[in-house]
């Protein structure tokens, strides 16, 4: 079965940082693109960053560039990020997901199950 | 902040056809990037429904369909049912190489 599942989510304070991790099964992990997607509580879906299949390619949204560091570690077939300097807007539920090709500009196919992380003192 | 807007929410009676829009820009849906939708029911994850404009990934009805016109993107959902009441979302890539989600449509079943 062809699935990921997100850890590392929990309370953060701000300016603090967070390394959440995704690992993936039942598909040859780097042949395909991966992504970061978050949803503040009652919001909608916000894409954070993603990865290209070879891991040469990343790419941000404005409001984690400089902060947030996408990476992957194609041999454990995982995927991670880096969180630093978090504030109380990165309060989200954060969602790793499986591009159906190995770049960025394909759909979302495989989502996990989401892991929170909440910034607050 | 995202830069495609959909309808805050649709609504339709058991068996009807509603219709979400999806309005981007000449940097976004109107570059040629591929616009894809996903269904997020109550408390779960989304998912993908239609992918590359106008296809479906094995398991979703047929009942659920996409197009594409310039600038704009439309997932139509015909033969409305209970179960498909939830958020829906387009998601598109733009050319400041940034993958962007739609504002976001509440579908209600009446």
């Known amino acids: 079965e062809v699935q990921v599942l997100e850890s590392g989510g929990g309370l953060v304070q701000p300016g603090g940082s967070l390394r959440l991790s995704c690992a993936a099964s039942?598909?040859?992990?780097?042949?395909?693109?991966m992504t970061w997607v978050r949803q503040a509580p009652g919001k909608g879906l916000e894409w954070v960053s993603g990865i290209s299949g070879s891991g040469l390619s990343t790419y941000y949204a404005d409001s984690v560039k400089g902060r947030f560091t996408i990476s992957r570690d194609n041999s454990k077939n995982t995927l991670y990020l880096q969180m630093n300097s978090l504030r109380a807007e990165d309060t989200a539920a954060y969602y790793c997901a499986k591009l159906a090709g190995s770049t960025v500009y394909y759909g979302m196919d495989v989502w996990g199950q989401g892991t929170t992380v909440t910034v607050s003192s | 902040q995202s830069v495609l807007t959909q309808p805050p929410s649709v609504s339709g009676a058991p068996g009807q056809r509603v219709s979400i829009s999806c309005t981007g820009s000449?940097?976004?849906?109107?570059?040629?990037?591929?616009v894809h939708w996903y269904q997020q029911l109550p408390g779960a994850a989304p998912k993908l429904l239609i992918y590359g404009n106008i296809n479906r990934p094995s398991g979703v009805p047929d009942r659920f369909s996409g197009s594409k016109s310039g600038t704009s993107a439309s997932l139509a959902i015909t033969g409305l049912q209970a179960e498909d009441e939830a958020d829906y979302y387009c998601?598109?890539?733009?050319?400041?190489?940034?993958?962007?989600f739609g504002t976001g449509t509440k579908v209600t079943v009446l």
């Open positions: 039942g598909f040859t992990f780097n042949s395909y693109a």
């Open positions: 000449s940097s976004n849906i109107g570059a040629g990037y591929d």
């Open positions: 998601q598109s890539f733009d050319s400041s190489l940034s993958a962007r």
